[in-house]
Every structure is written in structure tokens, then in C-alpha cells.
């Protein structure tokens, strides 16, 4: 996109000196031209991370900016101050990362062509992928999917209070296919308070959720509400939420966040917010709160709670490209938009922000269930490959780790095939992490499961006692924020039968 060219600036330079208006101080313009294309040769989208001598993110005026970034629909031509610049270029995690610097001479053109290599191709694979969490004004959606090839978008258009379609008509059709293997949702949305967020999928029109304060109505009486219909998709956004013991207690809802916002690309959101803190002791900044919402997700493994993971990026509110935080679902055949969510729903899938981990247990994919007489020995087998260096691969069995292993350099890997042995029922997943120290990089299969005939389900004392506990100091919290009695006394009910359903499946658990 051309501004104004080089030779209608220097035009009006001259002019600018000969009137007597120009001095010393000013500073002349160059045009930047800047072209990628793919390795079949094709002129692509692409997003930019331009700064300026100074290191200051340099914006562009009319193209979809965020942060430090933006994106270009092909060749850009850009009017910018005369200087010395840097660049990092990117189109998803599947593809290599450009970078570099370059000097733009004042009145001159500086021409950069790149050709971007693919690291890997999911879709052929039968992978494809999503962000559930998108607040990227509806018009730049498109462009933004295609950029970072996302196939599934739903974008969040209601908010609390905020809601693109007041005063206007609602769509007749929330659902708009953008070429092959590429769908937008318009009508996503999110009911967010004091005890948390939940993201909606799948609605024809917004939940109403307007709200006296922050505590009340209680989340939970949209949550009932809206999970009256059968289509809709709820997703707790993080798992480190104050209201989660409750929300999950309900049976309602489909998907966890596990890749979630407070994993940016280049920094952590290291508190919890409002939500439930960690032991910062235990699990320090920066990386330390990637890891809580690990152990919380793993917790509710091991309390019978089967969940699959999830992944949002928050583009638009936190730092994260589109897609940063993405999760992969395998499809059989033909990708659709309903077998998509169907495999989301069932666990086929592994979340990620850099690497891509495809792994299978005795040949079958995550979310499977294996029902066994006595006891198993399942054999794993998968590949990661990653353009960041993948520091360890690790087997995880019922929350705690029971294998670690230094990954090679290569930028793609066969895992070593290793053997699980279960004697009583549970559940595994494998997870990578990236030698990163700014942010919590990495990639976790949902989980698998074993369940041993004529054994209970596994449910862990351990794990429920801390969601029992959890549940005690979020009833105190509720006491102290809601000072309205009749407003506090049509909240604790709900809670109150939360917390009993924990302590009861405490005292019934048949595991540690």
C-alpha cells in the first residue's frame, strides 16, 4: 500500500525549501517495498514486527495494527521516516520466521523480497487449527485468519457490556467460510466477572449478560441458561478463574483453556489477575504462571473431571498475533466446521504457541479411551517440530512426571517410543517445552485415558481437597465483595452446593 510516492515527496520538499519552509531539522522520507512470497512463488499475507532505530514498534496507518504488529495483505509499500529499522516477519507457526535490519535512504527506495519456507503442513496432515478467543474488529477478521492460516475463527463481537450488534440487525448467517479449510464466526462471545471468564460458541444472537456488579447475577445463571441449548460450545477461558470448582461441578462445559492469553509472544501476564494466585515461592515469574494452569488442569484430570484443552490468544486486548495460542484437531477426511468442534469436544487434539506435537498411544489419537482387564503397557510414538529449540519432552501420568528427556536440535524429531504401564486406571498426555525465559512456551496433547475393568474411575483425594479448600476461600471472597444480603442470599446457594459436591467426592475418592 503506497502512501505517497518518492517522487511526490521530494516534489513537496522542493517546494517546502523554496518557499523557505523547510530547515534543518527535518527529516526526508524513503519508501519501503517489500514483497514475500512462498515457495511454490506465490505473492502472500504476511505480519510484520517493524521497529525503528529506537526499538519502538513502528505502526501502519491504514493496515490492522495491534501492539507491535501488523498485517499485510501482499506487497507493501510503505512512506517512512529515512533510517535504520528492524523486522521480524511471520505467518503462523508453521512457517520459518524472517528477520533482519535494513537502512531506508532519505528520498530512495529500499526493495526487501523474501521467499518464507513451511516448517510443516498440519492441514495435510489432518490437523487444523483454531483460536478460541479473537477480539479483532470483525473487519480485519479475514485477513488476520489468512495471514496466520488459522482455519477456525471465531470472533468475540459481545462482551459484558460491549456489543457490535447494538442498534443493528443481527446476521442472518453468523457463519462465513473464507476459501478452502478457512471458517469466521461472528457471533462468539464473553461473559466476564469477578469469578472469571466464559467464552460462547455458537449462538444466533448475544447471551444477554448485563449485570447489576461484577458478582451479580452469578456467571453460573447465564452458564444454566445458555447450556439450554444444545448447540452452543462453553469454554472456560483459564483455569485459574476463582469460579472454575463451580462452573466444571456443572457439567456444562466443553473445553479448558490450557494455552490461554496470559501466554504472550514475546512476555508473560504473570499474576492471575482475579483469579485464584499460585505460590509464587513455588512457581516464580515469569514462567511460573504457566505452570499453575498446568497443575490446576491436571488437578482436574485427576478428580474425574474430563475436559479437554483449549487455546485464545486475546489478540486485540493482550500483546498476541491472532493465533499465537492455537489447538489443533484431527478430522478424518473432509474438514468441516461441525467435525471440527465435534473433535474439539472429543480431545483429538494438542494445544500449542510454538511447537506441533503429534503424538498417538497403541496408534490412537488424544482423547481415546482404553479399557483394559487388568493392566496395560501402551507404547506412544509422535513427532514435534518446532522453529524454536524444544528443551524438554516430557510423559505425564496422572499429574506427575514420569519421564523427561533433553530434546535433539533438529527443528523436526521422532520422540523416543516409550511405554506407559498402568495397573490401575488414570490418564497420560505428553508436553513439550521451548528454552524460552520470557514466556511459557510449548505444546501438551490432550490427555488419554485408561480405565482398568471393575476399578473406579480415577479420582484423587488430593485433587479434590483442593478444589474443596478453593471453593471455601471463594465463598469468603463472595461474602466480602457482595454486601447487598438479597443479592448474597440468591448467590450462595449455587456455591454452597459446589462446595458440598467437592467435599463429597473428597470423602468418596479412592485414590491419594
Known sequence: MRLSPPGLVAFLMMIQLYLGLATAEMVFAGTLELTVKNEEGEVVPFRI?????QGKAVPHPELPYHFDHFCVPGELNYDLTAGNYSFEIEKGPEYEQLSGEFSLPENGIKKLAFTIKRLINMNKRGWYSGDLHIHRPLEEAPLLLKTEELNIGPVISWWNERNVWKGKELPRETLQSLGEN???????????????ALLYFHRDAPLDIRSINREFPSSVQFLKRAAKHDQVHIDIEKPFWWDVPIWVMTDKIDTIGLANN??????????EAWGFPRDTQNLPSPLGNGYWTQEIY??????????????GSASDVLPNPVGYNRVYVHVEGELTWDKWWEGLRAGRSF????PHLEVTADGELPGHVFQVENEAIIKLAGTVTSRDEVDQIQWIRNGEVIRSDKAGSDPSQSLPEVEIKFEQSGWFLVRVLVKNDRTFRFASTAPFYVEVKNQPKYISKKSTLFFADWLGRRLERLKEHVKNNDQLQKILPDFEKARRFWIDRHQTAEFP
Open 298 to 311: 491436571y488437578h482436574l484430570l485427576n478428580s474425574g473431571i474430563r475436559i479437554p484443552p483449549s487455546a
Open 262 to 271: 496470559h501466554m504472550c509472544r514475546a512476555s508473560m501476564y504473570e499474576t
Open 351 to 354: 494445544v500449542t504457541n510454538g
Open 182 to 196: 478457512q471458517w469466521m464466526d461472528v457471533m462468539a462471545g464473553e461473559d466476564e466477572r469477578e469469578g472469571g
Open 49 to 53: 514486527h517493524l521497529k525503528d532505530a
